[in-house]
């Protein structure tokens, strides 16, 4: 099982176990993150799962494809590490 901590805007801090293949959208949902709506089901069309990710974990996971980067350019406060949580699946790493 991979821990996965998910920092509220309040800077709230919660660490859940994640199920590899998961993704990190399903993830926050399954434990009651309600910061993360995922309105969309994953299928980049809504952005309500935007997230930021820690700096640390930024290069173990694979970079935005092109769908997922115009999909970033609608977020509010978007930051050099902004994504979509749905697009991000739990891996080992
Ligand atoms: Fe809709 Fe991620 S859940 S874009």
Redesign the pocket.
């Given at each position: 099982m991979v821990r996965v901590t998910f920092v509220t805007h309040e800077g709230a801090r919660k660490t859940v176990e994640a199920a590899e293949g998961d993704s990190v959208?399903a993830t926050a949902i399954a434990n009651g993150l309600d910061e993360v709506?995922?309105?969309?089901?994953?299928?980049?069309?809504?952005?309500?799962?935007?997230c930021y990710v820690d700096e640390a974990w930024a290069d173990k996971i694979p970079a935005p494809s092109g769908m997922e980067k115009d999909?970033l350019e609608c977020v509010l406060e978007p930051q050099e590490n902004s994504r979509?949580?749905?697009?991000i699946n739990v891996t080992d790493e």
């Open positions: 959208m709506i995922g309105e969309c089901g994953g299928s980049m069309m809504c952005a309500t799962c935007h999909m979509l949580s749905c697009q």
